[in-house]
């Protein structure tokens, strides 16, 4: 919600969207309990106004687009996306959404391609919903000018893996060598603690996905799935360029639906992460932070190794990072260094990695001060 944020809505307008939002997401039984968690988690983190959902009536979509006249493209782009979101969470995903979804799109002259993924979603279409997903995704093609920023050339697709090339692993393990507090040094920590294999060598993540592994250490978000799940919402809201809420539908439709199998080129379905306790206002908070980052960023199309000597807080400076709510805080959300910030596999994983090295194993520790 790019401009409700920058021109913060009154409370009749901010009502206006969520009857907007309630109606376009809501099957014929109404809101499921998580879009009651949501969707006033949403309005409350992006608007700064609470929404009562109890007193809130349907609206139709052409009356929904009058009420919205005034406001411009990305404005009613950002609101479609909301419903989007609310609808997403759903499954299975009630026909009469999908149309509604479109009917409001329509009446908002605006399109999302997710949109065609929610249909295909409804229709019980899931594996056509895939393919879908992986050619109109904001990543849907290879584009040769986002190898420069990965520093590899030997890309298929844009969430290949590389497993054999010796310049981008040197690249990656010099980072090793940088200075405590810098911003390269807490990735190559962050890896080192959780026995993750840098790109470049047998085992690694594709390179496309490490790229937001930087991301965990700049905003402050630990690894559980969870925490995926925010730090892509993160990066969704940070990108100026609509096409990256495709971001956020992927882990959305990995970590809750399970209608995707498999995405990023690594992860896999491991669904009902978001109705974990707390986590709708986590996540609408990670969309708040990315929203009012300074600038548009896309960080999986960004030479972080340009930054990697710089201190990590004044990146955070340069881009205006703002903290986490206390809410968000007080909901669970924590860093790659705090408790509940790794996960056992992680741990032990970090463990083997260090006897296969033949290195000393120097065990995970909570240190809220890095991040």
Not at 280 to 304: C, E, K, Q, Y
Request: charged share 20%; no cysteine; hydrophobic share 45%.
């Amino acid at each position: 919600m790019d401009d409700v944020l920058l021109t913060p809505p009154d409370v009749e307008e901010v009502r206006l969207l969520a009857r907007g939002v309630v109606t376009a997401a809501q099957g014929d039984d109404g809101l499921t309990p998580l879009q009651q968690l949501l969707i006033p988690a949403l309005f409350l983190s992006m608007t700064g106004h609470p929404v009562e959902l109890a007193t809130l009536g349907s609206i139709t979509a052409p009356e929904f687009a009058v009420g919205l006249a005034r406001r411009n493209r990305i404005f009613r782009e950002r609101i479609v996306q909301t419903m989007l979101l609310a609808a997403l969470v759903v499954r299975p995903l009630p026909p009469v959404v999908a149309t509604r979804l479109r009917e409001f799109a329509d009446a908002l002259d605006v399109d999302d391609d997710m949109i065609a993924v929610a249909q295909k979603y409804a229709e019980g279409a899931i594996d056509l919903a895939a393919v879908d997903f992986a050619r109109n995704g904001y990543l849907g093609g290879l584009d040769p000018r986002r190898l420069t920023a990965l520093h590899t050339e030997s890309l298929d697709s844009s969430w290949g893996q590389i497993s054999d090339d010796p310049a981008l692993a040197a690249r990656w393990a010099s980072l090793r060598d940088l200075p405590v507090g810098t911003l390269g040094r807490g990735v190559a920590d962050f890896y080192r603690d959780r026995g993750f294999v840098t790109p470049g060598l047998p085992g690694s993540a594709p390179p496309l996905l490490a790229q937001h592994d930087w991301v965990h250490v700049l905003a402050g978000y630990g690894t559980t799935l969870e925490n995926e799940i925010e730090v892509f919402a993160f990066m969704a809201r940070a990108n100026d360029d609509p096409r990256a809420f495709s971001l956020l539908a992927m882990v959305v439709s990995l970590f809750e639906t399970g209608y995707l199998h498999a995405g990023a080129g690594l992860f896999e379905a491991n669904e009902g992460h978001l109705r974990t306790e707390g986590m709708a206002t986590r996540l609408a908070d990670a969309m708040r932070r990315g929203a009012l980052t300074r600038g548009s960023h896309d960080f999986l199309d960004l030479d972080w190794f340009g930054l990697a000597d710089r201190p990590i807080t004044v990146v955070r400076t340069e881009i205006d990072l703002t903290p986490k709510s206390s809410a968000a805080v007080a909901a669970g959300s924590v860093g790659p260094w705090e408790g509940g910030g790794i996960t056992p596999y992680q741990l032990h994983s970090a463990e083997q990695a260090a006897k296969a090295d033949g290195r000393p194993y120097v065990p995970w520790q909570p240190d809220p001060s890095r991040d």
